[in-house]
C-alpha cells in the first residue's frame, strides 16, 4: 500500500466515522396492534434502524413522560432497542405514546396510539366493606368498572331493594368508570348485602359485599377542656359529651381520683342524653385538680381528663400591686369597684380535632364573667348560623348555649363564632372545624 493510499484511507475511515456519528437516528414505526382487551399485555419495540450509538431513548403518553409503574415498564434491550410494556391493559392505558431516540447527531420520534376496543360488557372490580367498622364510623365502598364502553348506569341494592339516597346513605358518581357508597354513620340498620349493578348498552355486571357493623356500642367520648385563662371568681364549666354509643350512659365525675358528688360550690348536671356539665360556680384555688369524666353503658366505658388550673389574680389597688390567692378577696374587690353591670366574658370553645364525617358533634358557649341576661348569636364564617337541617342551636342555661351539629360532613368546616352580648358590652369566641375525610380506596 502507497502511503498515499494509507493516507487517503485514514481520511476516508475518520469521514465516515465522524459524518455517521453526525446520522441523526431513524426509528422503526411501533404498532400497538388493534382489538386490544382489558387486563392483557401490550409489548411494543422503539427500534433505531439508522445512526450511530449511544442513544438515549425517552418515552412519552400523551407529551409526558412515561414513568415506570407496577403495570407499566420500560426495558432498554441493547443499544438499538428499547421496549416499553403495559403488563395489565385498562382503560387507563390509552393515549397516543411516543418514543423519542437522541444522539449526537439529533433525534427522531415515532407514535402511535393505544386505544383499548371497548365493545364488552362492563366489567365490575369485586368490593368490600372494612372487616373492623364501627358503630358510628363512615365507611365508603367504591364499584369500579374495569372492562366495558361507556357511558354505564350505576346501581345500587340493599338485600335486593333498590337503595335511595337517604339520610346518611349517599352514592354518587365519582367519574364515568366509577360509583362511590357512602355510609355517614354506620348503625346497626346498615348492616346487608350491598350490590353494584353497572349497566351500559351491551350488558351489565353486578358485584356484592356484605357489612356487617361490630355492633360494640361502647360510649366515646369528647376530649375535655378547661379555659386556659382561668382567673379567680370566674364561674367554669365543662361538658362530658358523648360522640358515640348506645344509651342509656351512666356519667362519672372525678377529681384527682375522688368522685365529685357534693362538692361545695359545683354541680354536675346531665343535659341530655349525650351529655352532662360540670359547673364550677366560682373558681378558686381549691379547683385545681385533675378532672376525669367517666361515661359507661351496658356494652362499655370510656374516660376522659382535663386539668383544672387557676390563675392567680395581680390587681392593683390604692397604687399596690397585689396578688390575691383566694376567691373571696379578689370577689370583694370585683364586687366593690363594680356597681353596674359588667360584659360578658366569653370561654373558648373547640372542635373536636379527629372528627370524622358523620359524626355528631356538639360545643358550648359558655359564659364565664358578666351579669345576665345575655343574649347568643352563632355565626360561620361570619354569616348568622340557623337551625337549619342537621344544626341545632340550644340554651341550656342562663349562660350556656349549645351548638349541635347532629351529623358532621364536609359543608360543616368553617370558622364557627357565638356571640354573647348584655347590657354592658359583648363577647365573641371563634374555632375553627375540619373535618376528616375518611376515604379509603
Ligand atoms: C401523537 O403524538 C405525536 C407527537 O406529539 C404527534 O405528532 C401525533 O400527531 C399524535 N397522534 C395523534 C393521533 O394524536
Ligand atoms: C348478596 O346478594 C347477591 C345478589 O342478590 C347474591 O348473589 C349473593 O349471594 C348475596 N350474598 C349473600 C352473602 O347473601
Ligand atoms: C388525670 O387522671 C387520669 C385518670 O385518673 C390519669 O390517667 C391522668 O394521667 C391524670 N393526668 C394528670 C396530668 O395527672
Ligand atoms: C374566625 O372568625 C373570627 C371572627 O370573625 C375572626 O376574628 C378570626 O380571625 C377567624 N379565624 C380564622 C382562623 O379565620
Keep these: 500500500m502507497s502511503p498515499v493510499l494509507f493516507v487517503n484511507g485514514l481520511f476516508l475511515l475518520c469521514w465516515i466515522i465522524n459524518y455517521s456519528e453526525a446520522i441523526k437516528p431513524e426509528i422503526h414505526a411501533f404498532h400497538f396492534g388493534r382489538m386490544l382487551k382489558s387486563g392483557q399485555r401490550v409489548s411494543v419495540m422503539c427500534a433505531v434502524t439508522v445512526g450511530q450509538p449511544p442513544f438515549t431513548f425517552t418515552w412519552f403518553k400523551d407529551g409526558t413522560v412515561v414513568s415506570e409503574s407496577e403495570t407499566v415498564t420500560i426495558r ?6 428499547s421496549n416499553l ?36 360488557e362492563p366489567k365490575i372490580k369485586p368490593f368490600q366493606f372494612s372487616t373492623d367498622i364501627n358503630l358510628g364510623m363512615r365507611e365508603a365502598v367504591h364499584c369500579i368498572v374495569t372492562y366495558g364502553e361507556p357511558p ?12 335511595e339516597s337517604i339520610r346518611g346513605i349517599s352514592y354518587r358518581k365519582t367519574d364515568e368508570f366509577m360509583s362511590s357508597l357512602v355510609i355517614s354513620k354506620v348503625d346497626a340498620d346498615s348492616n346487608g348485602n350491598y350490590t353494584c349493578r353497572v349497566t351500559n348498552l351491551v350488558g351489565s355486571d353486578q358485584k356484592s359485599a356484605v357489612l356487617s357493623v361490630k355492633d360494640s356500642g361502647e360510649p366515646k367520648l369528647k376530649s375535655l377542656h378547661f379555659s386556659s385563662e382561668l382567673e379567680l371568681g370566674m364561674r367554669e364549666s365543662v361538658h362530658c ?3 358515640y354509643g348506645d344509651p342509656p350512659f351512666e356519667f362519672l365525675w372525678f377529681k384527682d381520683g375522688k368522685s365529685l358528688l357534693d362538692v361545695q360550690g359545683i354541680s354536675v348536671r346531665k343535659t341530655d342524653d349525650y351529655d352532662s356539665k360540670l359547673i364550677i360556680s ?3 384555688a381549691d379547683s385545681n385538680g385533675n378532672y376525669t369524666c367517666r361515661v359507661s353503658n351496658p356494652k362499655g366505658f370510656d374516660e376522659k381528663w382535663a386539668v383544672l388550673s387557676v390563675k392567680g389574680v395581680f390587681c392593683n389597688l390604692f397604687g399596690m400591686n397585689l396578688l390575691f390567692g383566694t376567691a373571696t378577696v379578689f370577689y370583694l374587690i370585683v364586687s366593690s369597684a363594680l356597681a353596674g353591670a359588667e360584659e360578658p366574658k366569653i370561654k373558648s370553645f373547640h372542635f373536636s380535632n379527629d372528627l ?12 364565664r364573667y358578666g351579669n345576665p341576661p345575655f343574649e347568643f348569636s352563632w355565626l360561620k364564617d361570619g354569616q348568622p348560623l340557623m337551625d337549619v337541617r342537621d344544626i341545632s342551636i340550644r340554651k341550656t342555661d342562663d349562660y350556656t348555649s349549645n351548638l349541635i351539629i347532629s351529623k358532621v360532613d364536609a359543608d360543616s368546616n368553617g370558622n364557627y363564632t357565638c356571640k354573647v352580648t348584655n347590657s354592658a358590652g359583648f363577647d365573641q369566641k371563634s374555632a375553627m372545624l375540619s373535618v376528616k375525610g375518611r376515604l379509603k380506596l
Design 282 to 284: 366560682k373558681v378558686d
Design 152 to 163: 354505564f348506569e350505576f346501581m345500587w341494592f340493599k338485600d335486593g331493594q333498590l337503595l
Design 241 to 243: 359529651h358523648v360522640l
Design 76 to 81: 432498554n434491550i441493547d443499544e438499538f432497542n
Design 356 to 367: 370524622e364525617l358523620g359524626m355528631r358533634e356538639s360545643v358550648h358557649c359558655s359564659v
Design 85 to 120: 410494556a403495559i403488563i395489565k391493559l385498562g382503560p387507563e392505558h390509552n393515549g397516543n405514546y411516543t418514543c423519542r431516540v437522541t444522539n449526537n447527531g439529533g433525534s427522531s420520534e415515532q407514535s402511535d396510539v393505544l386505544s383499548m376496543m371497548e365493545t364488552g
